[in-house]
Each structure stands twice: as structure tokens, then as C-alpha cells.
């Protein structure tokens, strides 16, 4: 099996027959991919239960096992595929790093237990970009209720006023400039950039006057409250980070994210859309400089990671050599406003899309009509007199997507439409026994930047 199914240069999506143009079935097999396939990515619908969790844990694997790095985005975790991975970067000598949201509960069972490596979603990118970072993590269905609303000309500000300092920071520096005014005059003080040191001296006019105070506040209310939440989290303000994707992306690693969305909520969505837009950042200086690279960006609940650079990261990953595997329940889980937008880049940039059992009618007729239609002729008559009329029907009809019983699927590849069902990891892969438990200790360097929230620890002692 393991022969067959693991072929070194090909991916297996499942097993099945080709559904030709004129509706007939052609012979059962493999279905099988190749890189040249993936240059547009993957896209994988299914309800829970359906296999979908199952079917990414089998293409993590063969991906590493032909050599691709991985970076893995999970917002609910399976325990069995991060244990696959894990194993096979230890069986494949590749780095492994771990980036775990929950260890935050400090607990020594389950997920926490794992511990987490450190990441600082700013040590990563340019004013612009890292702006942009910021503002799409603020965003969502209950942005406005939980981080009320953030301004991105504030943002910008500051941004561009701790990069003047030429100084690494963190969310704790920011969030203390925020509470505290002296120590927002001391950013004013140490930063290079004129126009940033301008806003932010009449930021802190307007703060210690009593007739501006209110609006000033006002101003930065939603700021402080993103900050707040993000400077509760000490593996997340280090200012030198275990995980820096800009330098890992090639150092053939592994980098597997857990962020428990029904723990952690509109946080675990904020730390994926900058995770998300970092990649886009790296993935877009890659292609800027002709720089290609071997990775696969495996996402499940994709929904949660859309933002507005999402297509940039789609079409600027193709030239990069990032491959991205983007899987969710429905089209139904994408917010009203970004739905159109989205469905438009999934099918213009995912070459191979897969769907699994589900009951949303939404997504079944939007997929039925990616495989397009066969013609059919159809005889009507008036007693004697018959007639024959050329028309068309769907390859697929929604109905049948519908009705789909779990790992079951329907694939799309090349153009080409396929009936099957998706596989699991052969059992003679199931490696791991002489593997390591994973225990992780984040490394927090808070030693070589600005330091402004140890000052303001100082002040509060």
C-alpha cells in the first residue's frame, strides 16, 4: 500500500473515477496530483465529520514526505495529526516548531501541555505592512463590539514611530504607551521620524489637556484594548522570537500553529490574520526578488484567516513556491461582505478543489457549476409529431453533492471532474514510538529593545 499510495513526486487525493463530458465513468484509480498541479493551490469543503481533518492529515504527510516544508494553521486542534507531524519531522530530521495559544492556561495536561514556542507578530515586516497587520486583526464579525474602533492613522503612527527608534518592541511596549502618558513621551523622545514624533506629541497634548482629554481618548480606546489582550501573552512579546517565518520559510521546518478559536475567540482570530499576513508579506518580498522556496501553507478554517490581502497571498505564493491547502466547513462560514470577493479568488487561484459531504445548498450549486455541464437531448411530443431539443445539464448536480455520505468526495482537478472517496495515512506510516514527548519552553528575550514596559513595571512598583 504504502508503494502505491506514497509515490516519491505525486500527490494522492483519494480514489475514484473520471466523470467524462458526456457523463459516462472512466476507469478506478488513484487520483494523483503533481507539483506543476499545485502551482494554484487546493481548496477542500466539508462539513464536520465529513473526512476533512482526516484528508488534510493524509496530504500533510505526503507532503513532508516528498520534501516540502509545512506550516500548518489549526483553529481547533487534532491531536492525532499534530502527533503524525511531529513524528515525521523528527523521522525527517526537519525543525519543528510549535506555536501554541493554550499554553497560556499554564495547565501541564492536554494541549497546554505541549508548551509553545514565542512569536512576535511585529518583529516581521515594514510600516506599511505591519500597519496593515494590525488593522486586519482588529477586524471580524464582533470587531467593533470587542476592539470598538481602531484608527489607522494612530496605528500608522505608532508603527512608524517604533521603527524610528531603531529598537525592537513588542505589543507590552505599545500597550504601555497607551496607558501610561510619560512613557508615551518617552517613544516621542527616542524616535527618528518626524512626522510620527509631530502625531504623537499632539496625541499627548490632547491627553493632558482636560477639555481634548475625552476625544484623545476616545481615539485610542480600541488600540489599548487590542494591545491589552495581545500583552497578556508573554511568548508573544519577546523581542528576538523562536518563530520568525521570514527566516524559517527556508530552513526546510515545520511550523505547526494551534489557535482554540472556543478559547480564545476574537484573539485566536487577531494572531491567525497576522500570522496569515506575515505570509503574505514574505511571500510578496520572494516574489518581488525571483525567490522561490518549497513550502505548504495548510490551513484548516480557512474562514477564520481571510483578510483583505488574502488574494496577494494566493497569487504572489504561486511564484514564491508556497502551495496553499485552504479547507473549511462551507462558503456559508465566510462573512456576507467578503463572500463574493472570495469565491471569485478561490476559483481563480486554487487548481484542484475537493468537496466532501455537506448539506449547504450555497456552496453545492457553486460547486456544481465549477464542473460544468454535458449536453443532453431531450424528446418532447404532440400525439404523432416528436421532437428532439439539444440542450444542457450539470456534470454534477447539486443534488448529488448534497447527498454525499462522509469521506466521500467529489475532486476537481485540471479541469477534469472526479468520483471517490479520500484516504488516511497507511498504517505501516504511523511512526512515532521512539519520538520525544514534546515539552516546550518559549524563549522570551525581553533584553535587546526598547524596554518601555519594563519602565512602566518600574514606575508601578
Known amino acids: 500500500m504504502k508503494e502505491i499510495v506514497l509515490d516519491k513526486g505525486y500527490i494522492t487525493l483519494g480514489r475514484g473515477y473520471e466523470i467524462k463530458q458526456d457523463g459516462s465513468s472512466g476507469d478506478v484509480g488513484f487520483i494523483k496530483i503533481t507539483d506543476a498541479d499545485l502551482s494554484t493551490h487546493i481548496h477542500i469543503l466539508g462539513a464536520t465529520g465529513a473526512g476533512k481533518t482526516l484528508l488534510l492529515k493524509f496530504l500533510d504527510t505526503q507532503f513532508l514526505y516528498n520534501g516540502y516544508s509545512l506550516i500548518k494553521l489549526d483553529m481547533k486542534f487534532d491531536e492525532d495529526n499534530f502527533k503524525l507531524v511531529y513524528a515525521l519531522s523528527h523521522y525527517l530530521n526537519k525543525p519543528f516548531y510549535f506555536l501554541n495559544l493554550a499554553a497560556a492556561t499554564e495547565s501541564a495536561s492536554g494541549l497546554s501541555g505541549y508548551g509553545t514556542h514565542s512569536y512576535n507578530p511585529l518583529e516581521t515586516g515594514d510600516e506599511l505592512s505591519i500597519t496593515a497587520k494590525i488593522m486586519q486583526a482588529t477586524k471580524g464579525q464582533a470587531a467593533v463590539s470587542y476592539y470598538e474602533e481602531v484608527k489607522e492613522t494612530t496605528v500608522k503612527a505608532f508603527v512608524s514611530a517604533f521603527l524610528g527608534t531603531g529598537k525592537r518592541w513588542s505589543f507590552r511596549d505599545w500597550y504601555a504607551t497607551l496607558i501610561d502618558y510619560e512613557i508615551l513621551y518617552e517613544l516621542i523622545k527616542q524616535t527618528k521620524n518626524q512626522q510620527a514624533k509631530s502625531y504623537l506629541y499632539n496625541l499627548y497634548e490632547r491627553l493632558n489637556d482636560d477639555k481634548k482629554r475625552m476625544q484623545a481618548e476616545k481615539d485610542i480606546s480600541g488600540l489599548r484594548n487590542f494591545t491589552a489582550k495581545m500583552s497578556d501573552y508573554d511568548f508573544l512579546n519577546s523581542y528576538v522570537s523562536d518563530i520568525n517565518f521570514e527566516k524559517l520559510v527556508f530552513a526546510d521546518a515545520v511550523i ?17 490574520k497576522m500570522i496569515a499576513s506575515d505570509l503574505q508579506y514574505i511571500t510578496g518580498y520572494l516574489s518581488a526578488n525571483m ?7 495548510s490551513i484548516d478554517e480557512f474562514e477564520n484567516f481571510v483578510f483583505e490581502g488574502i488574494q496577494d497571498l494566493f497569487n504572489k505564493g504561486r511564484s514564491a513556491g508556497v502551495r496553499i491547502i485552504a479547507a473549511h466547513q462551507s462558503l456559508s462560514d465566510i462573512s456576507h461582505e467578503e ?19 455537506q448539506a449547504d445548498t450555497e ?28 440542450n444542457y445539464a450539470y ?32 498504517s505501516d506510516f504511523e511512526i512515532g514510538k521512539d519520538v520525544p514527548y514534546l515539552k516546550i519552553k518559549p524563549t522570551i528575550n525581553r533584553e535587546s529593545g526598547i524596554r518601555l514596559w519594563e519602565r512602566l513595571l518600574a514606575k508601578q512598583v
Not at 482554540?260 to 494572531?271: D, R
Not at 463572500?339 to 459531504?357: D, G, P, S, V, Y
Open 256 to 272: 505547526y500553529v494551534v489557535l482554540p478559536k472556543l478559547l480564545f475567540g476574537e484573539v485566536a482570530k487577531s494572531l491567525g
Open 291 to 297: 525567490q522561490k522556496t518549497k513550502v505548504v501553507l
Open 339 to 357: 463572500k463574493e470577493t472570495m469565491k471569485k479568488i478561490i476559483q481563480a487561484n486554487t487548481r484542484i478543489k475537493i468537496f466532501l459531504a
Open 363 to 390: 456552496s453545492a450549486q457553486w460547486f456544481s457549476q465549477l464542473l460544468g455541464k454535458r449536453p443532453i437531448r431531450i424528446a418532447f411530443g404532440i400525439e404523432d409529431a416528436v421532437n428532439v431539443q439539444d
Open 395 to 426: 456534470l454534477v448536480e447539486p443534488h448529488q453533492l448534497t447527498s454525499l455520505h462522509n469521506f466521500q468526495a467529489y475532486f476537481y482537478v485540471r479541469g477534469k471532474a472526479y468520483r471517490g472517496h479520500i484516504y488516511t495515512v497507511p
